[in-house]
């Protein structure tokens, strides 16, 4: 699945949408029972570690330039810009610079969950500071998807659920964010796709796939057309896949065209607008 990999350059003229593309907090119960277990056998009362001060994020200004690399694609400078800021305990630095890791990788085809570690730790981190901040939680979902994939199938079904949480969570913070809305509209859709032998395979671990449905991806796609128009290409896409597959083929086909009036901008862009062509052809062409 590649919806989850790239991110998606902002679309000039719509600063609702998210500057970035685009798992709930660990929980070690094992280790922390087994804590409790020889505390309690030894009388022995360890001491809880003072948190870490949280630093007061950089100004407002450095934010923006930061955010302005990211859209255009500047990586290798933004990865240089967040250098001086890896020292603050902060959770917009934080989340920032796990975004800046994501990048590092990607550019340098780093997949495994060796090389998503220090991303990993630092979304984690960000939340630690700030669980009410929407962004950390959109970047967590995104790099947990990646890092229980890297792990195999079994880890990337078992975090279904807590990809949906910090999902729903930035929506819950940030109703106004387009990206996530797409996104949480893509993990119905991600779901509903899976095959027979997916979905089998799944129910080992799950018992029962969580809930989803082409009605709801197709609600969360449209608020984040309303919400930013025309720009992230996908999304327009995914609309239009998605009334073809509540058979509204007049809608279907109306997306579809509309996906393929756009400008591919990014590499992202690209990869729909070939699809997009294979859609259209096989299913409002071919099928007359």
Known sequence: KQWYQRRVAITAGNPEYSTDRQECPK?????????????????????????????????DNVLKYLDELYDKQEYLELIHSMERYQDLNNAEVLWRRARAEWERLNMKGLKGTADLQEAVDLIDQALAVDETNSSAHR???????????????????????????????????????ATVLTLMGTWHVELLELSY????????????????????????????????????????????????????????????????????????????????????????????
């Not at 975090?159 to 969570?169: A, D, F, G, V």
């Not at 996908?234 to 597959?245: A, C, D, M, P, V």
């Not at 997306?255 to 294979?278: G, I, N, P, S």
Request: aromatic share 12%; with cysteine; proline share 7%.
């Open 27 to 59: 929980y070690y119960w094992s280790g922390l029972l087994a804590a409790g277990i020889i505390a309690a056998s030894t009388d022995i009362e360890e001491p809880t570690p003072e948190p870490l001060p949280i630093d007061p994020p950089p100004p």
């Open 139 to 177: 970047w967590k979902a995104i790099i947990s998807n990646a890092y229980s994939g890297s792990k195999g199938m079994k880890h990337q079904i078992k975090n279904l659920e807590t990809m949906k949480y910090h999902l729903q969570r930035a929506i819950e913070l940030n109703p106004s964010d």
């Open 197 to 288: 032998w997916e979905r089998k395979f799944a129910s080992t671990f799950l018992g029962e796939l969580p809930e989803c449905s082409y009605e709801e991806a197709l609600g969360f796609f449209l608020k984040a057309e309303e919400i930013a128009p025309k720009a992230w290409t996908r999304n327009i896409f995914l609309i239009g896949k998605t009334y073809f597959q509540l058979g509204d083929k007049r809608k279907a086909k109306h997306y579809m065209e509309l996906t393929l009036d756009q400008e591919a901008v990014t590499d992202d862009d690209k990869a729909v607008l070939e699809v997009a062509e294979t859609f259209y052809r096989n299913n409002f062409i071919l099928s007359l």
